[in-house]
């Protein structure tokens, strides 16, 4: 692991092999990554990035971890929104921004990168904000989602105000606290949302001083109480920006939960080419 952590959020990564756009403002948008090698399909990968919705931080700086994803076989979509402290961000765009380009993202891809299998719902995989995101999708639009994994979540909008994380950052994405907008988080908050249908991994490390493990374990034990398929993994040793740097000793841990939420879904049609 780098000796500051946050070196990966400015780590140079090969340029994506296409960007498509999922929508008409510049930032409905999203790189892409072909796979490496010639192996079975694969259901494409849609990469949600953190920041505390906050528009300073974009996807660029998912880019590492998009290539060593692909570079293990997977096609990648690292999935672009309109952020709080640019015009649109925040409610309700950030959240509708995400909805539609993880359901247009495999078509997209599978036209701009001929070969790739658009048929099945992408596994999204998302970390911190991006984390958030990706469990409101599967709750709003359970059909495009085929897994989630979950890398230290801001699951909990309400406890997170509470605790104001990075500042007033969940006040920014709703406009104000539960009191203020309680119809903004029924609908936005993670905590209110269970149960989600798609099977979902949630990872956080115990060292994290962004996000509290805490908020990640409340929100597992509420999911699998109302019936959802999910699972908490615990890293004794991470901390917050660890679980996307492809060089930390998180990151075995993070592949292996990935292949296993992949090989637990259905099939992809293998007279389909992945490539």
């Known amino acids: 692991m780098p000796a500051d952590p946050r070196a990966v959020l400015t780590r140079p990564a090969p340029p994506p092999d296409a960007t498509v756009a999922y929508g008409d403002h510049p930032d409905q948008c999203a790189d892409l990554r072909r796979p490496a090698g010639d192996g079975p399909p694969r259901r494409l990968v849609v990469v949600v990035h953190g920041g505390f919705w906050r528009a300073e931080y974009d996807r660029t700086h998912t880019g590492p971890m998009a290539a060593a994803l692909a570079a293990l076989g997977h096609p990648v979509a690292q999935v672009e929104y309109r952020r709080t402290g640019q015009p649109g961000g925040g409610w309700p765009h950030t959240l509708t921004d995400v909805l539609a380009g993880v359901a247009a993202l495999p078509g997209l891809a599978a036209a701009a990168l001929p070969g790739l299998v658009a048929s099945a719902p992408p596994i999204v995989v998302g970390h911190s904000a991006g ?38 950052a969940v006040a920014a994405l709703l406009g104000g606290g539960p009191a203020d907008f309680p119809d903004r988080y029924a609908a936005a908050d993670p905590s209110a949302l269970v149960p989600v249908r798609p099977r979902t991994v949630v990872m956080h490390g115990l060292l994290d001083r962004q996000v509290p493990i805490a908020i990640s374990r409340s929100w597992v034990a509420a999911a699998r109480a109302a019936g959802s398929p999910a699972t908490l993994i615990e890293l ?34 293998a007279a389909s080419p992945s490539r």
């Not at 984390?131 to 801001?154: D, Y």
């Not at 309400?158 to 104001?164: C, M, S, V």
């Not at 075995?252 to 879904?265: F, G, I, K, T, Y």
């Open 236 to 269: 004794p040793n991470c901390e917050h920006f660890g679980l996307i740097a492809p060089d930390s000793a998180a990151w075995p841990q993070v592949v292996d939960a990935l292949r296993s939420l992949h090989d637990d879904l259905p099939g992809i049609d």
């Open 131 to 168: 984390g958030h995101l990706a469990l409101c999708v599967a709750a709003h639009a359970p059909a495009t989602v085929g897994g989630v994994l979950a890398l230290a979540p801001v699951a909990d909008l309400a406890e997170a105000y509470r605790l104001d994380l990075d500042s007033g």
